[in-house]
Nanobody, 115 residues
Framework: QVQLVESGGGLVQPGGSLRLSCAASGMIFSVHDMGWYRQAPGKQRELVASITTLSRENYADSVKGRFTITRDNAKNTVYLQMNSLKPEDTAVYYC?????????WGQGTQVTVSS
């Protein structure tokens, strides 16, 4: 059974940093493209960043230059380093894994940016 478990969310002041982690199990991590999505209250879920099996990265325009996605295939984990956080980054952040026609979601972790 595939499981994606996010951690690292919390409350942070504007301008602060957080590092999200997503630990995967029950799958061959290295063959999956991985991504982070977020959903704010009353809004649709949106892609924040993704990383392919070849470690090619893609970012939403709103987070370019502030967020960095990385993966560690030895640890079956994908990370999202978030710097210079803004109140508009407040959302539930979800980990996503995709392989051919299958995809999986984590339960989400709350990130709140507020003074």
């Amino acid at each position: 059974q595939v499981q994606l478990v996010e951690s690292g969310g919390g409350l942070v002041q504007p301008g602060g940093s957080l590092r999200l982690s997503c630990a995967a199990s029950g799958m061959i991590f290295s063959v999956h493209d991985m991504g982070w999505y977020r959903q704010a209250p009353g809004k649709q879920r949106e892609l924040v960043a993704s990383i392919t099996t070849l470690s090619r990265e893609n970012y939403a325009d709103s987070v370019k230059g502030r967020f960095t996605i990385t993966r560690d295939n030895a640890k079956n984990t994908v990370y999202l380093q978030m710097n210079s956080l803004k109140p508009e980054d407040t959302a539930v952040y979800y980990c996503h894994a995709a392989y051919i026609t299958r995809d999986y979601w984590g339960q989400g972790t709350q990130v709140t940016v507020s003074s």
